[in-house]
């Protein structure tokens, strides 16, 4: 995101166009939660994460290539699709490596390590891209190198998976137990990330 302005500056790109390469990623990574986890439930959460990994590793790549608007643009869409395929799963994966199965300790460490990643990523790519010298290329290696290891980590992470005889991917459904919450706390995450992504716009 901090990035965006130097892009900005450097390439003359329109606001609209700085909008669109905001937007993309959520565009994106929406639909891929929703089909991701589903898959996941019934091929195993390996299967997910490490092209979830590998498309990271990838739209570095192309992020540190860029030469065009264009490339950012598939850029963005790469990492939309990795996040999309890493968030949800990985929670689950935690959650099933745990020996105690404790879904609230999971969910608190996934959503603390997303938090901090939030934070520290915007902070690192910004102080790099004033910084640093290759202001556009610098915080994607890092990014890349930060991943690499994870990627290679997921190959011998041990799970029990039952192989479906058909694939299904369904509607997305909300229990009626939980309905009230649901709607409570989706409201409460589009609040805040509007807020956020309004501030990281005008910064």
């Known amino acids: 995101s901090p990035l965006l302005a130097v892009y ?23 639909p891929t939660i929703i089909i991701s986890g589903q898959l996941s439930d019934q091929l195993g959460r390996k ?36 996040v999309g395929m890493m968030n949800g799963v990985a929670v689950a994966a935690l959650t099933e490596l745990d020996t105690k199965q404790n879904r609230i300790k999971a969910a608190f460490v996934g959503s603390m390590a997303v938090t901090v ?14 910084y640093a010298p290759f202001p556009l290329q610098l915080a994607y290696f890092f990014h890349m190198i930060l991943a690499i290891p994870c990627f290679i980590g997921l190959f011998y992470m041990s799970e029990k998976v039952k192989r479906p005889t058909v694939i299904r991917v369904h509607r997305p459904a909300v229990p009626r137990a939980i309905i009230s919450r649901f709607y409570l706390s989706g409201m409460t995450s589009f609040i805040a990330w509007s807020i956020m992504s309004l501030m990281l716009s005008i910064i």
């Open 8 to 30: 900005r500056a450097q390439w003359h790109l329109s606001p609209s166009m700085v909008t669109l390469l905001f937007a993309i990623y959520a565009v994106v990574v929406i």
């Open 47 to 82: 299967k997910l994460l490490i092209p979830g990994i590998f498309f990271i590793i990838v739209g570095s790549i192309v992020f540190a290539l860029s030469t065009n608007f264009t490339m950012l643009i598939i850029a963005r869409i790469f990492q939309g699709i990795s």
């Open 117 to 130: 990643g939030n934070a520290l990523g915007p902070v690192l790519s910004g102080a790099l891209g004033e």
